[in-house]
C-alpha cells in the first residue's frame, strides 16, 4: 500500500467521520483529481466498509486512481 494513499486515506476519513461530505468531495475534486462521478463511488464504497481503516480506505483510493504506485 503506498504511504501517499494511506495519507489520503487519513484525511479522507476525518472528513466523512465529521460528516462533512461535501469537505470530502472538495478535497477528492482539488486535491486527488477525481471526477464527480468516481467521487461519490469512493465515498459510497467507503460507506460500505465493515471495518473502516486508514489500510481500507487507502485501497479504495487506490482502485480508483490512475497512477498505479506500486
Known amino acids: ?12 476519513i476525518k472528513m466523512i467521520d465529521n460528516n462533512n461530505e461535501t469537505q470530502a468531495h472538495i478535497y477528492l475534486e482539488q486535491l ?7 467521487q461519490d ?9 465493515g ?3 486508514q489500510d481500507s480506505v ?3 483510493i487506490g482502485h480508483y486512481s490512475i497512477i498505479d504506485l506500486r
Open 51 to 53: 471495518n473502516c481503516n
Open 32 to 38: 486527488l483529481l477525481f471526477p464527480v462521478d468516481i
Open 41 to 49: 463511488k469512493i465515498i459510497d464504497d467507503i460507506s460500505h466498509l
Open 1 to 12: 500500500m503506498s504511504a501517499i494513499f494511506r495519507d489520503q486515506a487519513q484525511c479522507l
Open 58 to 60: 487507502a485501497s479504495i
